[in-house]
């Protein structure tokens, strides 16, 4: 678990990270990570003197299984409430049936991944720059999925949750993964779209933290 900025930390779940913030009202959580790491969340959080017990709120970037694969286990675990957008909650919630691993490199993939569990999503984002978490601001960034949310935390000058709408590798920020975007020109739109606000901080669901002047590496990423 390492403290990004004051009161964020991101813990590295293999390749996939997530987040938790330390709030007033409990501890947020956005994302979950893969089935079967709660163990390792939880390990995580004795680690900065925190326990399961005190997450009350779980946001939700986007449906894939790298992302809420362990979201079902953690409502039990934890009682938190779970917060996704309106557009991809019937896939967290089984409404969608998951699409079957196509091939023997799907397949090998699934048994990778694990069995991911429906579970119930609490709250729905449905409107643009709504507030589900007091401090949270909630962006709509669609391409990589439907409803892919990013998060903009009011603190130390701006904390954005890229989540997977865009990624960032040796200091460098890109858009998601052609391969795994359900549509790539909405993804460029979200990515300039991001690029258009103003923040310190952004940590995403693959890729290293930005710290200092994180919008301006945004830019260059559009320009």
Do not use: C, W
């Amino acid at each position: 678990m390492r403290e990004v900025v004051d009161g964020v930390f991101e813990l590295r779940l293999g390749y996939v990270n997530v987040h938790l913030v330390v709030t007033d009202d409990g501890l947020v959580l956005v994302d979950t990570g893969l089935p079967g790491r709660s163990p390792l969340i939880e390990r995580g959080l004795r680690g900065i003197r925190r326990s399961l017990g005190e997450v009350t709120t779980i946001l939700v970037t986007h449906h894939h299984p790298d992302h809420v694969g362990n979201l079902a286990d953690l409502r039990k675990r934890t009682g938190a409430r779970a917060i996704a957008h309106a557009a991809d909650a019937p896939h967290i919630t089984g409404a969608f049936p998951p699409a079957a691993p196509a091939g023997p490199i799907g397949k090998l993939v699934g048994r990778l991944i694990g069995t991911v569990q429906p579970t119930k999503i609490d709250q729905l984002i449905t409107a643009d720059g709504s507030e589900p978490v007091p401090g949270f601001t909630a962006l709509h960034t669609p391409g990589h999925t439907r409803g892919h949310v990013s998060f903009l935390l009011d603190r130390a000058g701006g904390v954005l949750f890229a989540g997977d709408a865009a990624a960032s590798r040796r200091g460098r920020v890109t858009g998601p993964p052609r391969v795994v975007t359900a549509d790539p020109a909405g993804a460029g739109n979200s990515l300039a779209r991001l690029a258009e606000l103003e923040f310190e901080h952004a940590v995403f669901g693959h890729g290293r933290a930005v710290t200092g002047m994180a919008a301006e590496v945004f830019r260059k990423a559009v320009s």
